[in-house]
Structure formats: structure tokens, C-alpha cells
């Protein structure tokens, strides 16, 4: 069992950053990859950032690469999502999500391979 809690979302202006983090309960964090998702209102829930259970391997959807970057602390159960460069298209709900298992393999990037979600954390960017 794992349990997510996600924090670090607001208002922020176009341009502006923001550091998302997601803290983990449970004895499997190490041992999962872990996910960033975002909804928007009226949108289906899309992904955004992997990362592997060691932190040596990541993935970005296209939209988000080269402005974002996921990260993990295993010591401190957490993973996290810095966001630079932010735009008014980046507004949604974001959720952290906990993977079946460590790897970042075939098509991680789906909803469906994660098995724990958090409850999400508001991102607002105004133009």
C-alpha cells in the first residue's frame, strides 16, 4: 500500500516557475517509478514526467521537455516536479502516481500502469 499527498501547486504568472512535491507513505516507494499526470477541466488526464525507481532514468511528455524536471528523494520518500518556464496551457490538476513496478519500460507513460494516485494539487498560470 502507498499513499501519495502531492503540495507545491498556486498561482503563478506566465514565465514564473513552481516545485511541485509529493510525498510517500508505504515500504515500496524505492522500489516503484513514479509519475507525474495532469488534468485539465474538460480534458482527459494526460502525462507529463517518469522517473525510474533509482532516479537514473526519466521521461517527458513533449510538451513539458526541456522546462520540466522530475526528481526523487528515496531517503526522504519523495519525488518531485520543477516547472520552469510555465505557461497559461500548463494550468491543471497535477497528480503524483506510483508505478506497478521500478522501470521505465513500453508505455509507462500510461495511466493505466500506475496503481496509487494522489489526490492532486491545483497549478494556475495566468497570461
Known amino acids: 500500500q502507498v499513499q501519495l499527498v502531492e503540495s507545491g501547486g498556486g498561482l503563478v504568472q506566465a514565465g514564473g516557475s513552481l516545485r511541485l512535491s509529493c510525498a510517500a507513505s508505504?515500504?515500496?516507494?524505492?522500489?516503484?517509478?513514479m509519475g507525474w499526470f495532469r488534468q485539465a477541466p474538460g480534458e482527459e488526464r494526460e502525462f507529463v514526467a517518469a522517473?525510474?525507481?533509482?532516479?537514473?532514468?526519466?521521461g517527458y511528455a513533449d510538451s513539458v521537455k526541456g522546462r520540466f524536471t522530475i526528481s526523487r528523494d528515496n531517503a526522504k520518500n519523495s519525488v518531485f516536479l520543477q516547472m520552469n518556464s510555465l505557461k497559461p496551457e500548463d494550468t491543471a490538476v497535477y497528480y503524483c502516481?506510483?508505478?506497478?513496478?521500478?522501470?521505465?519500460?513500453?508505455?509507462?507513460?500510461?495511466?493505466?500502469?500506475?496503481?496509487?494516485w494522489g489526490q492532486g494539487t491545483q497549478v494556475t498560470v495566468s497570461s
Open positions: 502516481a506510483a508505478k506497478a513496478n521500478g522501470y521505465l519500460i513500453g508505455n509507462y507513460y500510461h495511466a493505466s500502469k500506475y496503481d496509487y
Open positions: 508505504g515500504r515500496t516507494f524505492s522500489d516503484r517509478a
Open positions: 522517473i525510474d525507481w533509482s532516479g537514473g532514468s526519466t
